[in-house]
């Protein structure tokens, strides 16, 4: 079965600097998906960042990006220039192309942002 | 696009009564997702749907769960009877199909609560 792992519930960092939040996963599949996703304290889930496992170039969106390393099975994300509103929990899910459709996410890491 | 939408946003029961919550998919999409999310266990995956079929039902945690999609927009999550373990917040998500990226596109949430 595939696993996700979250190895830091809580994290913070200073606004405007750069923090990364850590995800490793477990998996036999060759072929899958790998998502950040924000959980605001508003609840309402929004995906953050999306790499497919056959490409090697690290995905990016704007402040965010993630470092992949598939032999590793692991899958970090960075936030630059973190702003206020970055602050909410943050998801690592993963998806096999297999199996597509279901997801599995780790146990969330709670970002705080200081002013 | 009006995104997924939840009713209600807050439910508040006695043990032993029934709840039904309830999600509209965002339009075009055909798989669509129950999760549970409470601080103990985490997000967990409790059925999906692909094209208003049930494909996986392995995560509804017992017989006084149940799960329809009558069709294409509409879908519901029932308790009966509810207990109060039962208390946490019901996400609804939906996906476009079993092909593609499976990016989950989530609702507000349905937070219950059982006395």
């Known amino acids: 079965a595939q696993t996700v792992t979250q190895s830091q519930p809580e994290m913070s960092v200073q606004e405007a600097e750069t923090v990364t939040l850590s995800c490793t996963y477990d998996t036999s599949e060759s072929d899958y998906y790998l998502f950040w996703y924000k959980q605001p304290p508003s609840r309402q889930m929004i995906l953050v960042i999306r790499?497919?496992?056959?490409?090697?170039q690290n995905a990016t969106e704007n402040r965010f990006s993630v470092n992949f390393q598939k032999a590793a099975k692991s899958f970090s994300l960075k936030i630059s220039d973190s702003q206020l509103g970055d602050a909410a929990m943050y998801f690592c899910?993963?998806?096999?192309?297999?199996?597509?459709?279901?997801?599995?996410f780790g146990d969330g890491t709670t970002l705080t942002v200081k002013p | 696009d009006a995104g997924v939408i939840q009713s209600p946003r807050h439910e508040v029961t006695e043990m032993g009564q029934e709840v039904t919550l309830r999600c509209k998919p965002i339009s075009g999409h055909n798989s669509l997702f129950w999760y549970r999310q409470t601080m103990m266990r985490g997000l967990e995956l409790l059925i999906y749907f692909n094209n208003n079929v049930p494909i996986d039902d392995s995560g509804m945690p017992e017989d006084r769960f149940s799960a329809k999609m009558p069709n294409a927009s509409f879908s519901t999550l029932k308790i009966q009877p509810s207990e109060p373990r039962d208390s946490a917040v019901y996400f609804c998500a939906s996906s476009h199909g079993l092909l593609g990226t499976g990016e989950l596109f989530f609702g507000e949430g349905s937070r219950l609560t059982v006395l």
């Open positions: 790499q497919e496992a056959y490409k090697q």
């Open positions: 899910a993963y998806r096999a192309n297999t199996n597509a459709g279901k997801s599995t």
